[in-house]
């Protein structure tokens, strides 16, 4: 059974970096679509960010300049979400997601289509 354990969130200011991350066990990321995925505290959860099962990366979020990029360590199961100059809107809960194998390597902003999930890591940005 797959399980996805994110860590890396925390408090930090205006301007802050963070790198969130996922530990992926049960399932090897290699040739998997994995995302990150967001939900603000009051609104609907949005995708962030998507790896295809090639290692092209697609935004999921409509935003003229990215300040996300996701990646993942293949030989440590792992994946990221480095996240620069965080703004207060940024504050949520990410979750890391992979499609699985019906997902054939291929990114869907439509959270329904991610099959593994983890449980969230919580970013909150204050002065």
């Known amino acids: 059974q797959a399980q996805l354990e994110e860590s890396g969130g925390g408090m930090v200011q205006p301007g802050d970096s963070l790198p969130p991350s996922c530990r992926v066990s049960g399932l090897i990321l290699e040739h998997q679509a994995i995302a990150w995925f967001r939900q603000a505290p009051g609104k609907k959860r949005g995708g962030v960010e998507c790896?295809?099962?090639?290692?092209?990366?697609?935004r999921l979020r409509d935003s003229r300049k990215s300040r996300f990029t996701i990646s993942k360590d293949i030989s440590a199961n792992t994946m990221f979400l480095n996240i620069n100059s965080l703004e207060p809107e940024d504050t949520a809960v990410y979750y890391c997601a992979a499609r699985g194998a019906s997902g054939r390597g291929l990114c869907t902003t439509a959270d329904t289509n991610y099959t593994h999930w983890g449980r969230g890591t919580q970013v909150i940005v204050s002065l």
């Open positions: 790896l295809t099962g090639r290692g092209g990366s697609e």
